[in-house]
């Protein structure tokens, strides 16, 4: 089982930059694929990027602004988010997946806000 905890989250102009944390818990964190999700008030919870043995994922919105990566050795996922638009305001999740299997661990979220 592994434990995600978001960082990183805040308030940031339209145009600007943030990069979210997420600490994992765990020996065996690099056996498992990454994720970061988000949901907007009054929305559903949506993809946003993966890291999978099978290749890095987008959703289209984040195409080319977005970056997901990792350090193993740290036990970290980063979400680096560049030109940040405000349809991009959620709270934004961690999560994590064994193997093929669906995301089915997630932490606690940490809200990015991006003013207009």
């Known amino acids: 089982q592994v434990q995600l905890v978001e960082s990183g989250g805040g308030l940031v102009q339209a145009g600007g930059s943030l990069r979210l944390s997420c600490a994992a818990s765990g020996r065996t964190f690099s056996t498992y694929a990454m994720g970061w999700f988000r949901q907007a008030p009054g929305k559903e919870r949506a993809f946003v990027a993966s890291?999978?043995?099978?290749?890095?994922f987008y959703v289209d919105s984040a195409k080319g602004r977005f970056t997901i990566s990792r350090d193993n050795a740290k036990n970290l996922v980063y979400l680096q988010m560049n030109n940040l638009k405000p349809e991009d305001t959620a709270v934004y999740y961690c999560a994590a997946a064994l193997g093929q299997s669906n995301f089915n661990y997630w932490g606690q979220g940490t809200q990015v806000t991006v003013s207009s």
């Open positions: 890291l999978r043995r099978t290749g890095t």
